[in-house]
């Protein structure tokens, strides 16, 4: 295998689906685990330079693509509850016998998953990275939209796909080079089901009632043009929640959504190790 080079496991979750899992290995016995989750539209192969670089650096970086996203073919778009896909990367990590040292970095649509883990304490998740959180989005159905869902809901048990309500693929990048390869990615979901957006209200109702305040150490990193999310809403979300010398916020200017593809000197994987350390 080439120094941080990539494997790709196939993890079997408790009701029998095959989860694809990349796993970026350090050239050297690794410091900690980091079990990433992507966005509603990407997938691992989205985040590869950036997981590269963090196994360069001596972190194992496990990445799973998320049930019905990248390379699961199988129920293309679809879950059936936020805890079939928790318990999905409950899975994962068994399958690695991960000790308690380990970050979860959520991307996008993923935080909503990773905020509800840390309402629930994980004895083994020792900080948490959050890039550009899809907790609270500046997108999302109108009245009739809605309306659509809920008829599907009726009619089609939810299994009737409809598009995801992000505009194209300038609002993830400013360059042309990524809107390019996100527009031909025949990897990328443009569609989920009703069932999925429906699930995906339930995990924000969920994360509207939590309580507590959270002691896990957090590094919430935003873009400065971001378009999908609110920024500034997003902010006090955090400082709401997480106990606040735990707490690192950074924005990264002239930034869209994904700062995979516009941080071009890749400086938030530099901020990301800092705070590792």
Same mark, same amino acid.
């Given at each position: 295998?080439?120094?941080?080079?990539?494997?790709?496991?196939?993890?079997?979750?408790?009701?029998?689906?095959?989860?694809?899992?990349?796993?970026?290995?350090?050239?050297?016995?690794?410091?900690?685990?980091?079990?990433?989750?992507?966005?509603?539209?990407?997938?691992?192969?989205?985040?590869?330079?950036?997981?590269?670089?963090?196994?360069?650096?001596?972190?194992?970086?496990?990445?799973?693509?998320?049930?019905?996203?990248?390379?699961?073919?199988?129920?293309?778009?679809?879950?059936?509850?936020?805890?079939?896909?928790?318990?999905?990367?409950?899975?994962?990590?068994?399958?690695?016998?991960?000790?308690?040292?380990?970050?979860?970095?959520?991307?996008?649509?993923?935080?909503?998953?990773?905020?509800?883990?840390?309402?629930?304490?994980?004895?083994?998740?020792?900080?948490?990275? &959050?890039?550009? @959180?899809?907790? =609270?989005?500046?997108?999302?159905?109108?009245?009739?939209?809605?309306?659509?869902?809920? *008829? +599907? %809901?009726?009619?089609?048990?939810?299994?009737?796909?409809?598009?995801?309500?992000?505009?194209?693929?300038?609002?993830?990048?400013?360059?042309?080079?990524?809107?390019?390869?996100?527009?031909?990615?025949?990897?990328?979901?443009?569609?989920?089901?009703?069932?999925?957006?429906?699930?995906?209200?339930?995990?924000?109702?969920?994360?509207?009632?939590?309580?507590?305040? &959270?002691?896990? @150490?957090?590094? =919430?990193?935003?873009?400065?043009?971001?378009?999908?999310?609110?920024?500034?809403?997003? *902010? +006090? %979300?955090?400082?709401?929640?997480?106990?606040?010398?735990?707490?690192?916020?950074?924005?990264?200017?002239?930034?869209?959504?994904?700062?995979?593809?516009?941080?071009?000197?890749?400086?938030?994987?530099?901020?990301?190790?800092?705070?590792?350390?």
């Amino acid at each position: 295998m080439n120094v941080c080079g990539c494997t790709v496991h196939e993890i079997i979750a408790p009701d029998g689906y095959v989860l694809k899992t990349r796993v970026f290995e350090p050239p050297a016995p690794y410091k900690c685990t980091i079990i990433c989750l992507h966005g509603i539209q990407s997938h691992c192969d989205w985040y590869v330079e950036s997981s590269r670089r963090l196994a360069e650096a001596g972190y194992r970086v496990i990445f799973p693509d998320r049930r019905g996203s990248g390379l699961n073919e199988q129920a293309r778009g679809d879950m059936q509850s936020a805890r079939q896909l928790i318990t999905d990367i409950e899975a994962v990590h068994s399958y690695f016998n991960s000790p308690s040292n380990v970050v979860v970095l959520s991307i996008s649509w993923g935080a909503k998953l990773a905020f509800v883990m840390c309402a629930e304490n994980y004895p083994w998740i020792s900080k948490m990275v &959050f890039i550009t @959180p899809g907790i =609270l989005s500046r997108l999302g159905f109108g009245f009739f939209k809605k309306t659509a869902v809920v *008829k +599907n %809901l009726i009619l089609n048990h939810g299994k009737k796909y409809m598009p995801i309500p992000i505009p194209g693929p300038e609002y993830f990048s400013k360059y042309k080079k990524w809107q390019d390869y996100i527009a031909g990615d025949k990897y990328a979901l443009t569609e989920c089901t009703a069932r999925f957006f429906l699930n995906t209200s339930k995990i924000d109702r969920q994360i509207s009632k939590i309580k507590q305040i &959270f002691k896990i @150490p957090c590094f =919430l990193l935003l873009a400065q043009n971001d378009r999908i999310i609110y920024n500034d809403r997003t *902010k +006090n %979300l955090f400082r709401k929640y997480f106990v606040n010398e735990k707490l690192v916020i950074k924005e990264y200017a002239g930034c869209e959504h994904t700062l995979e593809f516009d941080d071009k000197d890749f400086i938030f994987v530099d901020d990301i190790l800092r705070f590792l350390e």
